[in-house]
């Protein structure tokens, strides 16, 4: 549990710093994951943003994503990041000011584990709330 609250605060410092609209090319295979990483994104539905077609693609690679969105909710950000073997999600509900960890599994394909809920900070909130009305036109 100790190393999934480190990745949690290793992540989130480094995805803080980076950008939350990205842009894909279809055309270039490998794209979209390479655009993701080390992102914050948005997690719209409709209509769809980048984020949730991110969560939607790693829900059918790594489907306890979808029991635990299933039964939570969708997030209003996902951050997503990866080193050697392992991908790291966060999930971020602004209403509720908590965020969820999660990496996979090593030897499990398909398998993640999941910590938290963690508490978001009031910089934090500040931050991807700002970058939500951004993206909503400041409504």
Known sequence: MKILETALVTIIGSLLMSSCGVVSSPLLPGSEAA???????????NPPSFGFQRL???????????????????????????????????FYYLTDREAYACRTRIGNRGAVEFAGPYPITKNEYKLLDDLRRAAEGGR
């Open 35 to 45: 655009a993701a990483k080390n992102q914050i994104m948005l997690v719209r539905q």
């Open 56 to 90: 939607s693609t790693q829900a059918r690679s790594y489907p306890d994503i979808s029991v635990f969105t299933d039964g939570r909710g969708i997030p209003d950000f996902l951050a997503e990041t990866g080193r050697s073997e392992r991908r790291y999600f966060i």
